[in-house]
């Protein structure tokens, strides 16, 4: 019998284990960065936060008075 794949229903415990597995590794991966290295990734996701909602207005998704509020 073939294994399952874990988008099949029934992996309920599978992901938990790998959701947990995730969420500690970046917990350790946030720890050992400097105070720099954060306000850098910080500023990184911003600018990127930015031309998405700039890219939104472009398209006609988001009305232009978003990008001031």
């Given amino acids: ?9 029934g992996h309920d415990a599978d992901w938990e284990r790998i959701n947990r597995e995730q969420d500690e590794q970046r917990r350790e ?3 050992a960065l400097t105070p720099a290295q954060r306000i850098e990734i910080g500023q990184r996701l911003s600018e990127q936060a930015v031309a998405m909602l700039a890219a939104s207005i472009e398209a006609g998704h988001v009305p232009r008075r978003a990008l001031w509020s």
Wanted: proline share 17%.
């Fill in 29 to 31: 991966r946030a720890r």
């Fill in 1 to 9: 019998m073939a294994a399952r794949p874990l988008l099949e229903p």
